[in-house]
């Protein structure tokens, strides 16, 4: 009987697909958006800090350059502590009571593969957080200090972003088109804002930015090779 009630209650989640094996799940003991708006607070704190100091420099002219400061800093934030988080207790996160976890839950409802422990997710992630972290928060300091890589690293990372979410988003439309599997919630809140909406950023920016970066490399040879052509005729 014991057995037979641990199992129902591991079953009785709001997750998707409907029966998927959490293991440790536990209901939050408190509202679990209560900390979003401090989580927001301090994304827009960082963002802030890293679009005044990009200001104040000499390197980064452009509002798009400040904007980029802003976007890689959230980037580095979001990838080192928030899902570092995720990596460290993929295993037992499902029944943890801690703010974060609380978010990482509210979001699983979009996409349950986070607390099943998913190869590809927890593979994904793992990745994220050692290597694109750490990029995001170099490429930032190389758009403060006018670094010469400052677009070799926003093409990496950039390119390195969109793969991610290429990859995110292909293989739940795999499972759910060839396996009927569904890991989000249908209602609009959860497919639509949190599954899509979330993840769109990361599909919009790093274009932008990668475009960007194509003029101004563009620009730089242009302007070497003319001076080349220069030196030659002279």
């Not at 697909?17 to 209560?34: E, N, Q, T």
Request: charged content about 15%; overall charge positive.
């Amino acid at each position: 009987m014991e057995a037979g009630g641990a199992a129902a209650r591991m079953h009785q989640h709001p997750y998707y697909p409907p029966g998927v094996a959490i293991p440790g799940w536990a209901p939050d003991d408190a509202p679990r958006l209560r900390r979003a708006p401090m989580f927001v607070a301090v994304m827009g704190l960082i963002a802030a800090l890293a679009y005044r100091q990009a200001r104040s420099s000499r390197h980064a002219p452009r509002v798009l350059d400040r904007f980029a400061a802003s976007w890689f800093s959230v980037c580095g934030f979001l990838h080192v502590c928030f899902e570092g988080y995720y990596i460290y207790n993929r295993t037992s996160i499902a029944g943890l009571q801690t703010p974060l976890a609380h978010l990482w839950k509210e979001y699983a409802l979009s996409d349950s593969r986070y607390l099943t422990s998913d190869v590809f997710t927890v593979c994904v992630e793992t990745i994220t957080v050692f290597a694109w972290g750490p990029l995001c928060l170099l490429t930032t300091i190389s758009i403060l200090s006018g670094s010469p890589s400052r677009h070799v690293n926003q093409v990496v990372i950039c390119t390195a972003h969109l793969y991610g979410v290429a990859l995110y988003y292909a293989t739940n439309w795999a499972e759910q088109r060839f396996l009927g599997t569904s890991y989000s919630r249908p209602e609009f809140l959860y497919y639509w804002v949190y599954y899509v909406g979330f993840n769109a950023p990361w599909v919009v920016v790093p274009l932008v930015l990668l475009y960007d970066s194509y003029v101004q490399v563009g620009r730089a040879f242009g302007a070497l090779q003319d001076k080349v052509e220069r030196r030659k005729n002279h």
